[in-house]
């Protein structure tokens, strides 16, 4: 009798421990003997070829083609980085949130935002924050873990895909996911605060359904965020608004700083370009030409 071959995602992975979704089935798996010595390393995310090895265990005998591999976390095919921010506690902080559009570009995957702790903002603030990335493509949903609002739209923000949360420590990325997903148990609060030294060095990364096919990564809040290898000249290509306007800019590579028949700057004087944003957007460059080392 030949191996039943199956096909699955693995939706953990601890040191050399995997365990595979395969249809409403959870196998615990081990890499067979090929990829241990190729080293090839198995990642929450992929899709792979098992075979049964017993009761509720498998052997993991293929990894099959990749889309992409992020590294922190360690997750493949990732469809989609979901950044969260919120409102208040702490305040949006809108120069890490462009870092992160401007990270995850880089990565070469969409993002989408999510604004939580809705019940901490002013009606103003609701309307106005999201609008503005919004305006320049984003996906962007409204949620309060708090007041249970939003919650539906987050779900749908994240079915059918694999996503990775990101943004700050402390705006709720683990509330929400516990939220959509009872009983799951995150750490959040000041908890996980304290352990974060600890999450940071295990191995272990766990994919989280949210129902309705999503699969999605928590991540610590980290509060700084390099920007870097990258040309000075590239970064405002991650800029959609000003991506969209460079080509009309008298200099090609145009920075949108000093240069004169710079289209950037006149819309940003006749206010349709965020100022706010525009002046995130120079005080990273003058970053990122700091830290450009040409060789
Ligand atoms: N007012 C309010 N508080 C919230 C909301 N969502 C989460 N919180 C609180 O915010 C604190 C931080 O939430 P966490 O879910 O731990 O935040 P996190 O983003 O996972 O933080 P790290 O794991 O440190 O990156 C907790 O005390 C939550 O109870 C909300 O919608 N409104
Ligand atoms: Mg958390
Ligand atoms: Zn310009």
């Known amino acids: 009798?030949?191996?039943?071959?199956?096909?699955?995602?693995?939706?953990?992975?601890?040191?050399?421990?995997?365990?595979?979704?395969?249809?409403?089935?959870?196998?615990?798996?081990?890499?067979?003997?090929?990829?241990?010595?190729?080293?090839?390393?198995?990642?929450?995310?992929?899709?792979?070829?098992?075979?049964?090895?017993?009761?509720?265990?498998?052997a993991v005998d293929e990894i099959l083609p990749r889309r992409n591999a992020l590294s922190r976390?360690?997750?493949?095919?990732?469809?989609?980085?979901?950044?969260?921010?919120?409102?208040?506690?702490?305040d949006l902080d809108f120069g890490l949130l462009d870092r992160y559009l401007v990270v995850v570009a880089l990565d070469d995957l969409p993002a989408t935002l999510c604004f939580n702790k809705a019940d901490l903002a002013s009606p103003a603030e609701v309307a106005a924050f999201p609008a503005l990335y919004d305006r320049l493509g984003y996906r962007c949903v409204v949620a309060s873990v708090r007041a249970s609002e939003g919650l539906e739209d987050v779900r749908a923000l994240l079915s059918g895909r694999i996503s990775v949360l990101a943004g700050p420590s402390g705006v709720g990325k683990s509330s929400l996911l516990n939220a959509l997903s009872p009983g799951l148990g995150l750490r959040t609060g000041e908890v996980s605060r304290k352990v974060r030294r600890g999450t940071h060095t295990t191995?272990?990364?766990?994919?989280?359904?949210?129902?309705?096919?999503?699969?999605?990564?928590?991540?610590?809040?980290?509060?700084?965020?390099?920007?870097?290898d990258l040309r000075p000249s590239e970064l405002a290509g991650y800029y959609p608004d000003l991506a969209a306007l460079a080509p009309s800019c008298r200099f090609q590579g145009c920075a949108h700083r000093a240069e004169p028949d710079c289209r950037v700057k006149e819309a940003v004087a006749r206010g349709e370009v965020d100022r706010g944003r525009y002046e995130r957007y120079l005080a990273l460059l003058a970053e990122v030409e700091a830290n450009y080392r040409p060789w």
């Open 203 to 228: 191995r272990h990364v766990a994919l989280i359904p949210t129902g309705e096919g999503g699969l999605v990564a928590d991540t610590p809040g980290f509060a700084h965020l390099e920007v870097s």
């Open 73 to 90: 976390p360690s997750v493949a095919n990732v469809d989609q980085v979901v950044i969260v921010q919120s409102f208040h506690e702490p």
């Open 1 to 58: 009798m030949t191996a039943e071959a199956l096909e699955g995602r693995v939706i953990r992975s601890y040191s050399n421990v995997y365990y595979v979704q395969v249809g409403s089935e959870v196998l615990e798996c081990r890499p067979r003997g090929r990829l241990r010595y190729r080293e090839e390393r198995v990642l929450a995310g992929d899709q792979v070829r098992v075979s049964r090895a017993g009761p509720g265990l498998g």
